[in-house]
């Protein structure tokens, strides 16, 4: 399975961005997909999941502002963010589990100014 993620960039204080999220390869058995993200001199950290039953997860910051979304017929998760913060900023990093292994994609960069 391989991951390409894109959407990312700057953006002003509560403002919006959508990150996307392709898989290709073996994505018939792709299971649970998700976006985590890390800031700069922080631990990596949980953003949101969402089951191939569609069940959503998200970490608590981002809960009401941040919408996890997939298309299965076009191979895409979206991550829809709303009302950013600064404390958002971070490289985000989706990922795929296929049979208990995860797949990443390389990352794309948030960056919310104040």
């Known amino acids: 399975v391989q991951l390409q993620a894109s959407g990312g960039g700057l953006v002003q204080a509560g403002g919006s961005l959508r990150l996307s999220c392709v898989a290709s390869?073996?994505?018939?058995?792709?299971?649970?997909m998700g976006w985590y993200r890390q800031a700069h001199g922080k631990e990596r950290e949980l953003v949101a999941s969402?089951?191939?039953?569609?069940?959503?997860d998200y970490v608590d910051s981002v809960k009401d502002r941040f919408t996890i979304a997939r298309d299965n017929a076009d191979n895409t998760m979206y991550l829809q963010m709303d009302s950013l913060q600064p404390e958002d900023t971070a490289v985000y990093y989706c990922?795929?589990?296929?049979?208990?292994?995860?797949?990443w994609g390389k990352g794309t960069l948030v960056t919310v100014s104040s």
């Open positions: 990922y795929a589990v296929v049979f208990d292994f995860y797949y």
């Open positions: 390869g073996w994505t018939s058995r792709i299971n649970t």
């Open positions: 969402i089951t191939g039953g569609s069940s959503t």
